[in-house]
């Protein structure tokens, strides 16, 4: 997606008006397999880039999602909370996790394009 960015750790952000939405990648949900619970910071939390954003469960693992940049949570996806299939439906699109009010825009471009990370991707895989 155009605008979008990537982290080695497998969020995507991607700039909608003043706010940075973030989840997790298509490949990331497919590593986890069925997601059976999400946990959300709350509304008004402050996150440090890399720092924990939601926890994810699956039928595999729990894994950590990070905060691919630093900024305050200015909204939450509540529909994850009772449908946190949504996740693996459409991880880049409805099943987004977090709205951030970034620290500093700019930072967005010291993140992966959709290219750099396709590329990533390949090296991981």
Known sequence: MPNTRYTKEHEWVRLEGDAAVVGI???AQTQLGDVVY????AVGATL????EAAVVESVKAASEVYAPLAG???AVNDRLVDAPGLVNEDAEGRGWFIKLKLN???ALETLMTADQYRLYIETVS
């Open 104 to 106: 500093d825009p700019a």
């Open 72 to 74: 305050e949570v200015v």
């Open 48 to 51: 440090e880039k890399g720092a």
């Open 38 to 41: 999400v946990e959300l910071p």
């Open 25 to 27: 990648t298509d490949y």
